[in-house]
C-alpha cells in the first residue's frame, strides 16, 4: 500500500506563508499519499491554494457532538463540508492539554467517520510507561478504548469511502510521547515491535479492516531518519510535526516514502 505522510502542523502556520508551502507542495512528489492539518483557520485557504494538487487537507481534531451549544468546538460536518478529507484524534499533546480520554476520542472517531472524514488515532507511551516495560500493555489499551467498532465496518465512511479502500481510510499513529518533539526516536526494533504488536491487536479487534490499515509512525521523524524508519516493516508512513513546517523538509521525507 502507497505510504501516507501527514502534516501535523499544531499551533503553527499563518496564512501568510501558505502560498509558497503550497506552490512548493504543487511541484512536489508522487506515489505517496500526502496531507496536512494545519490549525481549523488554515483549512479552507490552503485546500484553495493547494488547487488541483492531489495534496490532501485535514483537521487535528474536531468535536463529538454535530452542533449546537459547543462554544469553541468545531463539527466534524463542517470540516468536511469545507473540503478536510481526515482528522487525527486523540494526539498526545490534547490527551495531555485537555484530558482527552479513549473512550472520548472513540466518540469522536465515530462522528468523525459520520461525517465522512477519515480518522487518524493517535495511540503512545510516554518515557517513563516505556521504562517500567509497560509500552505494549498502554498501547493495546489505547486501541482498545480509542477504536469504534465502525473501524471494522467496510464502505462504513460516507462519502470519504470514495477516496478507496476501508483500510486506507481508518489510520493509526504510534507516536511515543517522549519522542515528540525531542529529536529523540526508539530504535528501528522497538519501532518494529511496536509497530507488529499494533498490527496483531488491529486485527484481533477488527478482523479483515485490521490487516490493512495503516499504522503511521510519528515522533521527531525529519529528512535525515525519515528513509530508515519508512524502511521499518508495518510502517506506513509518518505523522510530522515540525519537519512539516518547512515544504523543503517535508517534500524530502515524501519523497523517502516515494521511493519504499
Ligand atoms: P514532531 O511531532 O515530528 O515534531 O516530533 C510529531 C507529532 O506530534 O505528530
Not at 484530558?99 to 466518540?107: H, K, N
Request: net charge neutral; charged share 15%; glycine share 14%.
Amino acid at each position: 500500500m502507497r505510504q501516507m505522510i501527514a502534516g501535523n502542523w499544531k499551533m503553527n502556520g499563518s496564512l501568510k506563508g501558505l502560498a509558497s508551502y503550497a506552490g512548493a507542495l504543487a511541484r512536489g512528489v508522487t506515489g505517496v499519499d500526502l496531507l496536512i492539518c494545519p490549525p481549523f483557520p488554515l483549512i479552507g485557504p490552503l485546500i484553495t491554494a493547494l488547487g488541483s494538487t492531489p495534496v490532501m487537507v485535514g483537521a487535528q481534531d474536531c468535536a463529538v457532538e454535530r452542533a449546537g451549544a459547543h462554544t469553541g468546538d468545531v463539527s466534524a460536518e463542517l470540516l468536511a463540508e469545507i473540503g478536510a478529507r481526515y482528522v487525527i484524534l486523540g494526539h498526545s499533546e490534547r490527551r495531555a492539554d485537555h484530558a482527552e480520554t479513549s473512550s472520548l476520542v472513540r466518540d469522536k472517531a465515530r462522528g468523525a467517520m459520520a461525517a465522512g472524514l477519515a480518522p487518524i488515532i493517535c495511540v503512545g507511551e510516554t518515557l517513563s510507561q516505556r521504562e517500567a516495560g509497560e509500552a505494549e500493555t498502554v498501547v493495546r489499551a489505547q486501541l482498545a478504548g480509542s477504536l469504534p467498532e465502525e473501524f471494522a465496518q467496510v464502505g462504513a465512511l460516507g462519502q470519504a469511502g470514495a477516496l478507496g479502500q476501508a483500510g486506507a481510510l481508518r489510520l493509526i499513529a504510534y507516536e511515543p510521547v517522549w519522542a515528540i518533539g525531542t529529536g529523540k526516536t526508539p530504535t528501528e526494533a522497538d519501532i518494529a515491535a511496536m509497530h507488529a504488536t499494533i498490527r496483531a491487536a488491529l486485527q484481533k479487534q477488527l478482523g479483515e479492516a485490521g490487516a490493512t490499515m495503516r499504522i503511521l509512525y510519528g515522533g521527531s521523524v525529519k529528512p535525515s531518519n525519515a528513509g530508515a524508519l519508512l524502511r521499518i516493516p508495518e510502517v506506513g508512513g509518518a505523522l510530522i510535526g515540525g519537519a512539516s513546517l518547512l515544504a523543503e523538509d517535508f517534500l524530502v521525507i515524501a519523497a523517502a516514502a516515494a521511493q519504499k
